[in-house]
């Protein structure tokens, strides 16, 4: 049996129940009105899914940041080198599929003062 990793962040928290040299499988608790950092990944390849809550999606398409909200059930793939952030609504709990890069973050806005090149 794998043993759950939690990550305490200033949004909220992550559970990592799952990480492979191939994939990642991640659980995000975001706290209502806190974002994580408008951000990129080089290479990581990452899908969400809304399992709670409600959210406001940011995501890069032709080049402007589209904003759309999100709740239980709707699901996202983020392609890598996609600016995205997402805002919690309410508390929300994602679950999110990815490939293994967990350091592979570009931060290009962030309210909590994290280097730039840093897990989100």
Do not use: C, F
């Not at 899914?49 to 940041?65: A, D, F, H, P, T």
């Amino acid at each position: 049996m794998n043993k759950v990793k939690r990550v305490s962040k200033p949004w909220g928290y992550e559970l990592h129940w799952a990480a492979t040299d191939r994939y990642v499988g991640k659980i995000l608790h975001v706290e209502a009105g806190h974002a994580l950092s408008l951000q990129y990944h080089a290479i990581k390849d990452e899908t969400i899914y809304v399992y709670s809550g409600r959210l406001l999606y940011e995501i890069e398409q032709e080049g402007k940041l589209v904003k759309q909200e999100m709740g239980p059930g709707d699901s996202m793939r983020v392609p890598p080198l996609t600016v995205h952030r997402i805002t919690a609504i309410e508390d929300t709990d994602i679950l999110e599929a990815s490939t293994p890069e967990l350091d592979d973050v570009v931060r290009l806005e962030d309210r909590y003062g994290r280097a730039p090149d840093k897990s989100s």
